[in-house]
Structure formats: C-alpha cells, structure tokens
C-alpha cells in the first residue's frame, strides 16, 4: 500500500533564459523573422531575436515546496492510519480463525455450527478485502486530486510570474530524468520560483484559517 506521493516528478515549473542559434551555411545566425519593409501589419513575435528560456529544478520544487511538503505529510499520515486499522482488522480475523480450528479439533462443534463459523469467517475476510481495495483507491485519488491541485497551482503561478519576465518557454529539469539532459546554472531560476511560491502558499493558508 505504500506510495510517493509525488510519484513523476510532474511537478516542474520551469523557466530558462537564453539565446538560440540556428545555423545556416555552417554560420551561426540569430532566429530572426522581420516583417516586409513595405507590409502594413507588425508581427510582434515576428519581432524577437531570439527565444527567451529558463528553467526550475523540479527535484528541489519537489523538496522544499512547502504545499507538497504538507500534502506528504498528510498523506503518510492517513496511510499510517489505514495501516494500523488493516492490521488489527487482520489480527482479529486470524485469532477468530485459530480459535474455530481450535474447536474443530477438538471436536466441540457441531455440524451447523462449524458451517456457521466458515461462512462468518469468509464473509470476514471478503469485508477485509474490499476495505483493503477501498483505502487503497482512497489513497491513490488523493495522490492524483494533490496532483492536480499543485499543476493548477502552478499554471496560475507561473502565467503571473511571467508577465513582466516574458519567458517564450518554460521547462523542468531533473536530475531523475526527463527531457532535458544538461542546463547551465546560469540559467537556473528555482530558488527565485520557489521562493515565490511558498511566499504564496503562506499568504494564501493564513487567509483560509
């Protein structure tokens, strides 16, 4: 029953700035698109001299966001709880069964009695087990609403972040994987993301308390 609760690192804002070259003929030259001297109509990305990226360590976001740092806490909290209460549940329906095996042995029950106590100890077991699948789907929609809330969060996050930054692109790097396999530090943002980004978690939980 145990599970991360943040599982893919899904988490990642990522924000990343630079200049792209693209070559031509062997000759490095900016990615540039300029209207037609004589056009009526200004493009206003047709305008730029390139793309601005940047980029947010998703492993660090992950680490020291303080939203999903709750959200773990939280969730390992109800785990432990399901986990205590599976176990006694299975404690109780194995002495009930040694004590039926017991008596069966000795041959102090009768005929419908031991019939009876088969079909009381299934019917216990079956309960057990769709208690078991039931914490077990609980658990696994709390990781995905946790998900969700956080993308969500971040989505909004990141559209006002980036109104005065003006990033063409957002990307995630992690050390466990992904798309991005190098980025140079000079281009690293997280701690001014992360930082954002719990200010905000901060402001907006003492609003709702």
């Known amino acids: 029953m145990k599970k991360t609760i943040l599982g893919t690192a899904a988490v990642a804002a990522a924000i990343l700035m630079a200049s792209c070259g693209q070559k031509n003929n062997g000759k490095d030259a900016q990615p540039t698109a300029t209207p037609a001297a004589n056009s009526e109509h200004t493009d206003g990305a047709a305008q730029k001299q390139g793309l601005k990226l940047a980029y947010v360590n998703a492993d660090t976001l992950n680490q020291y966001y303080q939203f ?5 806490a939280e969730f390992e909290r109800k785990q432990n709880a399901y ?3 599976i176990a006694q549940k299975e404690k109780s329906l194995q ?3 040694l004590a039926f095996q017991k008596k069966a042995q000795a041959g102090t029950l009768t005929e419908s009695e031991g019939v009876a106590a088969e079909k009381k100890l299934r019917t216990q077991q ?6 078991h699948m039931a914490i077990t789907n609980e658990m696994a929609k709390l990781q995905d609403a946790t998900q969700e809330e956080f993308q969500n969060t971040l989505d ?10 003006n990033y063409d692109f957002i990307f995630t ?3 466990n994987g992904g798309f991005i396999l190098f980025a140079d530090q000079a281009y690293d943002i ?3 993301v992360l930082d954002a980004l719990n200010e905000d978690y901060k402001s ?3 609003k709702s308390k």
Do not use: V, W
Not at 68 to 72: G, N, S
Not at 126 to 131: C, F, G, I, M, T
């Open 173 to 175: 790097y992690s050390k």
């Open 68 to 72: 999903l740092i709750d959200k773990k």
């Open 156 to 165: 909004k996050f990141l559209e006002n972040f980036n109104k005065d930054k």
């Open 204 to 206: 907006n939980k003492s």
């Open 83 to 85: 986990e205590s209460e």
């Open 190 to 192: 997280t701690k001014e």
């Open 126 to 131: 079956e309960a057990l087990e769709k208690r």
């Open 95 to 97: 002495n009930e069964f």
